[in-house]
């Protein structure tokens, strides 16, 4: 009984949440759209900080603790090389190295809240999200077999490595071994993913149906209120960079 329980709830497309909370995507979408509208607003190293912190606690209620004490522990190491080693070292070098990881801290908040979108959803959630947000589908069609596409081509290229290690290949054919193999795979991909959405009825111009049951709750809204205050609050009275 309890496994056709659980497999009328996978059919139905309903989860198992597995923190405290369970946001729908849409509201993590409206979060990201928030810290991107942040990222390169003036403000004091508080306010940023306060941010990262709030990011970090919404990813620990989701049930990701360790993505939380991980983005919180680089964002401290990151803050530690741009004040303390960087300004210490000098030179060229360290202002080459200044530029590039101030650029990063800028848009630390964007990956943080991607991080969690992408690891707490799968594909076809954020492709059922994106299709209640009614966005056309000349936009989310190659969104969706973009997302498809290059975690396959990660696996296939890993395959490779592997293939070239069990053959025990010279260090200087290693990038031809590996490059000519990965470009033949990537096309043999993106073939059979035109394949399947053609099976799939994508040229169908009929609506489809979705198994996918997303539902905002009382939570997702708190969330985007919360998000939303904070864009104010930053752009009130953020402070200087």
Same mark, same amino acid.
């Given at each position: 009984?309890?496994? /056709?329980? $659980?497999? %009328? !709830?996978? *059919?139905?497309?309903?989860?198992?949440?597995?923190? #405290?909370?369970?946001? &729908?995507?849409?509201?993590?979408?409206?979060?990201?759209?928030?810290?991107?509208?942040?990222?390169?607003?003036?403000?004091?190293?508080?306010?940023?900080?306060?941010?990262?912190?709030?990011?970090?606690?919404?990813?620990?209620?989701?049930?990701?603790?360790?993505?939380?004490?991980?983005?919180?522990?680089?964002?401290?190491?990151?803050?530690?090389?741009?004040?303390?080693?960087?300004?210490?070292?000098?030179?060229?070098?360290?202002?080459?190295?200044?530029? /590039?990881? $101030?650029? %990063? !801290?800028? *848009?630390?908040?964007?990956?943080?809240?991607?991080? #969690?979108?992408?690891? &707490?959803?799968?594909?076809?959630?954020?492709?059922?999200?994106?299709?209640?947000?009614?966005?056309?589908?000349?936009?989310?069609?190659?969104?969706?077999?973009?997302?498809?596409?290059?975690?396959?081509?990660?696996?296939?290229?890993?395959?490779?490595?592997?293939?070239?290690?069990?053959?025990?290949?010279?260090?200087?054919?290693?990038?031809?071994?590996?490059?000519?193999?990965?470009?033949?795979?990537?096309?043999?991909?993106?073939?059979?993913?035109?394949?399947?959405? $053609?099976?799939?009825?994508?040229?169908?111009?009929?609506?489809?149906?979705?198994?996918?049951?997303?539902?905002?709750?009382?939570?997702?809204?708190?969330?985007?209120?919360?998000?939303?205050?904070?864009?104010?609050?930053?752009?009130?009275?953020?402070?200087?960079?």
């Amino acid at each position: 009984m309890r496994t /056709s329980e $659980t497999d %009328a !709830r996978r *059919i139905l497309g309903v989860r198992k949440g597995k923190g #405290l909370i369970d946001p &729908d995507p849409r509201t993590l979408m409206g979060v990201l759209v928030a810290v991107s509208a942040t990222a390169f607003m003036g403000k004091s190293i508080e306010s940023e900080l306060l941010l990262v912190l709030t990011v970090s606690v919404l990813q620990a209620l989701c049930g990701h603790v360790r993505m939380a004490v991980g983005f919180a522990a680089l964002y401290a190491a990151l803050w530690a090389v741009l004040n303390v080693v960087l300004p210490v070292v000098g030179g060229v070098a360290a202002t080459m190295f200044t530029i /590039s990881l $101030t650029f %990063a !801290r800028k *848009i630390y908040l964007c990956l943080m809240v991607g991080t #969690l979108l992408v690891r &707490d959803n799968t594909v076809h959630r954020i492709a059922s999200a994106l299709a209640k947000l009614r966005v056309p589908q000349a936009v989310l069609i190659p969104l969706t077999v973009t997302m498809r596409y290059f975690p396959t081509l990660k696996e296939e290229a890993a395959h490779i490595r592997d293939a070239m290690a069990l053959r025990d290949i010279p260090a200087a054919s290693r990038l031809e071994c590996f490059a000519v193999p990965l470009v033949m795979s990537a096309t043999s991909t993106a073939e059979e993913l035109s394949r399947a959405a $053609t099976c799939r009825g994508i040229e169908n111009p009929a609506p489809s149906t979705d198994t996918e049951r997303l539902s905002m709750r009382a939570s997702d809204w708190a969330i985007l209120s919360a998000a939303a205050a904070a864009v104010a609050a930053v752009a009130l009275w953020g402070g200087a960079a």
